[in-house]
């Protein structure tokens, strides 16, 4: 794909292609066109140049709930939850929403106590089990962070768009979080824009170096760390900065 806003020309030729079950990192320095890549896979910026195919199917001009339901997930920078809400009753109406995509919802009685159950289940999986009744808003920031995963998870994606992850997250709470990123299924495809090396080299089968809206390496962390040109352009100054 190719992007361009107005005068910049943010993203030129990038073509990825990732495995199901890979844990690809995408990393770069500001600017780079890590969030355009982003929005253009789940389908908050429309496509200008490029397509792009999820397991086989076109997927370039469906909308972003359209996606969603064919397994496109992702959290955001940004807070996404209903902070008035519990933990567990922001679970249940992501439970819901799944449901009704696969017309269980009518199921009235039957369905509350699945819907309990399998919300429950998934606060359980990012270790908010016991914050389960105490409202989104009252949350420590690195459970909310959590939440919004549970959310993610919740819709059953098949690839999950991670936009760092870690971001604003003190030591413990970032060690839990790559606890929990390291416990997802190994079958669910995850991309990952983090700024966090230490994440990255953790977390990543496959890494690629965009610069300038170009790619300029994929390679497993080894061969990315090794690489001249990388080194130059980007992880150098992460290293100096650190
Ligand atoms: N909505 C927009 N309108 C105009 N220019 C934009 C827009 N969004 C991004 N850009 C520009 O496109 C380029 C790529 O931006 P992008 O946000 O994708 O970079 P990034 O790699 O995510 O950077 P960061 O690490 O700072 O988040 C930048 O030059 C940016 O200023
Ligand atoms: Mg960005």
């Given at each position: 794909m190719s992007h361009r806003f107005d005068g910049v020309q943010a993203l030129t030729a990038v073509n990825l292609q990732i495995a199901p079950g890979e844990r690809r990192a995408?990393?770069?320095?500001?600017?780079?066109?890590?969030?355009?890549?982003?929005?253009?896979?789940?389908?908050e910026l429309p496509v200008q140049t490029g397509r792009v195919w999820l397991h086989g199917r076109d997927i370039t001009h469906l909308p972003v709930p359209?996606?969603?339901?064919?397994?496109?997930?992702?959290?955001?920078?940004?807070?996404n939850l209903f902070a008035?809400?519990?933990a567990l009753e922001n679970a249940r109406l992501a439970v819901q929403h799944r449901e009704r995509i696969n017309r269980h919802w009518f199921r009235h009685i039957r369905g509350f106590t699945a819907v309990?159950?399998?919300?429950?289940?998934?606060?359980?999986?990012v270790g908010l089990a016991e914050q389960a009744h105490i409202t989104a808003s009252d949350l420590a920031y690195g459970q909310q962070?959590?939440?919004?995963?549970?959310?993610?998870?919740?819709?059953?994606?098949r690839l999950l768009l991670l936009d760092e992850p870690t971001a604003g997250m003190s030591p413990a709470e970032t060690a839990d979080m790559i606890q929990l990123i390291q416990s997802l299924p190994r079958d669910l495809t995850l991309l990952i824009v983090e700024h966090d090396m230490d994440v990255i080299f953790t977390l990543a089968d496959q890494?690629?170096?965009?610069?300038?809206?170009?790619?300029?390496r994929t390679g497993s962390p080894a061969e990315v760390q090794a690489d001249e040109r990388v080194r130059r352009v980007y992880l150098g100054d992460v290293m100096r900065d650190a």
């Amino acid at each position: 794909m190719s992007h361009r806003f107005d005068g910049v020309q943010a993203l030129t030729a990038v073509n990825l292609q990732i495995a199901p079950g890979e844990r690809r990192a995408i990393i770069g320095p500001n600017g780079a066109g890590k969030s355009t890549l982003f929005n253009l896979i789940a389908g908050e910026l429309p496509v200008q140049t490029g397509r792009v195919w999820l397991h086989g199917r076109d997927i370039t001009h469906l909308p972003v709930p359209a996606r969603a339901n064919l397994g496109v997930g992702r959290t955001f920078q940004r807070n996404n939850l209903f902070a008035g809400l519990t933990a567990l009753e922001n679970a249940r109406l992501a439970v819901q929403h799944r449901e009704r995509i696969n017309r269980h919802w009518f199921r009235h009685i039957r369905g509350f106590t699945a819907v309990h159950t399998a919300a429950t289940a998934i606060l359980e999986q990012v270790g908010l089990a016991e914050q389960a009744h105490i409202t989104a808003s009252d949350l420590a920031y690195g459970q909310q962070r959590a939440l919004e995963m549970a959310l993610a998870l919740a819709l059953h994606p098949r690839l999950l768009l991670l936009d760092e992850p870690t971001a604003g997250m003190s030591p413990a709470e970032t060690a839990d979080m790559i606890q929990l990123i390291q416990s997802l299924p190994r079958d669910l495809t995850l991309l990952i824009v983090e700024h966090d090396m230490d994440v990255i080299f953790t977390l990543a089968d496959q890494i690629t170096v965009l610069h300038y809206g170009q790619v300029i390496r994929t390679g497993s962390p080894a061969e990315v760390q090794a690489d001249e040109r990388v080194r130059r352009v980007y992880l150098g100054d992460v290293m100096r900065d650190a």
